[in-house]
């Protein structure tokens, strides 16, 4: 198989493997159950269990399917995570507050300086509020809730 990425053999406690692909943005784990894939070539089987948690399973093989083809892992199998956003703005917020500056500081500086100036004295403190949500979830987050962006949200 050609690979456009790196690939690396994760060798665990137990006799298992588990061979990694990554292009550095996107992963894909796959787990050796028997044998092994240091000795050179191997036959892929894959094994089912249930049908109520077969989506991702599923999902791995279409991915590793497209990879095959394309060389490259499939941009559109991997969805971008709706919460990365929202994080990248928490985490932003909080550099800016420790740099020094305000609630109406930050606002501007994550949400453009025209928005934060017409909104800001406006007849909804939804902005104000905006800022203080942001900043008290990256409290959270330094405190030790950092563990809580790294869960997979449907599991």
């Known amino acids: 198989m050609r690979m456009g990425c790196f690939s690396a053999v994760l060798l665990g406690e137990d006799p298992g493997e588990q061979l990694l ?3 550095g943005l996107h992963n894909l784990r796959l787990e050796i159950r028997q044998g092994t894939l240091l ?3 191997v036959r892929l089987r894959i094994r089912f269990e249930g049908l109520t948690a077969l989506d991702a399973p599923l999902l791995t093989l279409r991915r590793l399917v497209a990879f095959h083809r394309l060389g490259r892992m499939p941009r559109q199998l991997f969805p971008r995570d709706p919460r990365v956003d929202r994080a990248i703005l928490t985490l932003r917020a909080w550099d800016a507050h420790c740099a020094g500056a305000g609630q ?3 606002a501007a500086l994550l949400l453009g300086s025209p928005r934060a100036d ?9 902005l104000r509020s905006r800022v203080k949500r942001l900043l008290r979830a990256a409290r959270a987050t330094v405190r030790g809730n950092w563990r809580r ?3 997979d949200p449907r599991s």
Do not use: F, M, T, V
């Not at 017409?118 to 939804?126: A, E, K, L, N, R």
């Open 39 to 41: 000795a050179g070539p």
């Open 149 to 151: 962006l790294l869960r």
């Open 104 to 106: 109406r500081e930050i």
């Open 21 to 23: 692909l990554s292009d």
């Open 118 to 126: 017409s909104d800001w004295q406006g007849p909804s403190d939804y």
